[in-house]
Nanobody, 114 residues
Framework: VQLQASGGGLVQAGGSLRLSCTAS????????LDWYRQAPGNQRDLVAT???????DYADSVKGRFTISRDNVRRMVYLQMNSLKPEDTAVYYC?????????WGRGTLVTVSS
């Protein structure tokens, strides 16, 4: 299983970014996919989840600002991030759990300047 996240960068507060993650080695359409983030010195926290049936859930801190979506044909999961805040600065990771094992992408850095 391989995951690769991309789309991070430097953005001013109030701006937007869209993260992408591609996954291989799994039956993509059957799996729940997650975005996590980890800020320096902090634990890795769940940001958003999308199930195989496209049900979504979000951390309270990003509700109304972030949107997770998936494209099963392209085997991609996205995280649209709007109204970004400095506290959103972190490395963002995509994750999938397959047969009880969690697989992580390499992560992509998002830096939000004030």
């Amino acid at each position: 299983v391989q995951l690769q996240a991309s789309g991070g960068g430097l953005v001013q507060a109030g701006g937007s970014l869209r993260l992408s993650c591609t996954a291989s080695g799994i039956n993509f359409r059957l799996h729940t996919l997650d975005w996590y983030r980890q800020a320096p010195g902090n634990q890795r926290d769940l940001v958003a989840t999308i199930t195989s049936e496209h049900s979504t859930d979000y951390a309270d801190s990003v509700k109304g600002r972030f949107t997770i979506s998936r494209d099963n044909v392209r085997r991609m999961v996205y995280l649209q991030m709007n109204s970004l805040k400095p506290e959103d600065t972190a490395v963002y990771y995509c994750r999938v759990v397959r047969q009880g094992l969690a697989y992580w992408g390499r992560g992509t850095l998002v830096t939000v300047s004030s």
